[in-house]
């Protein structure tokens, strides 16, 4: 596992701390799972981006989507 250095505010810093505490965690775990979660939904956000810029994908409605999930 790689090690990053990072800087926070104090007033970040401070939350980070008494969140950690809170749930009985490291701030490590705390950072790791929270980076986890934004590289997720910006990888989500991406692929979404992707998809509306996409002129040859094809829309369907919310209830055709329905139909294709319940099947």
Same mark, same amino acid.
């Given at each position: 596992?790689?090690?990053? !250095?990072?800087? *926070?505010?104090? #007033?970040?810093? #401070?939350? *980070?701390?008494?969140? !950690? $505490?809170? +749930?009985?965690?490291?701030?490590?775990? +705390? +950072?790791?799972?929270? /980076?986890?979660?934004? /590289? #997720?939904?910006?990888?989500?956000?991406? /692929?979404?981006l992707d998809r *509306?810029?996409?002129?040859?994908? !094809? +829309? /369907?409605?919310?209830?055709?989507?329905? $139909? *294709?999930?319940? $099947?």
């Open positions: 596992m790689k090690m990053v !250095a990072l800087r *926070l505010p104090d #007033d970040m810093s #401070d939350k *980070l701390e008494k969140c !950690a $505490k809170q +749930i009985h965690r490291t701030k490590s775990f +705390i +950072i790791r799972k929270s /980076i986890g979660t934004y /590289i #997720d939904d910006y990888v989500d956000y991406q /692929i979404a *509306l810029n996409d002129k040859d994908d !094809a +829309i /369907i409605s919310s209830k055709e989507m329905r $139909k *294709l999930v319940e $099947k």
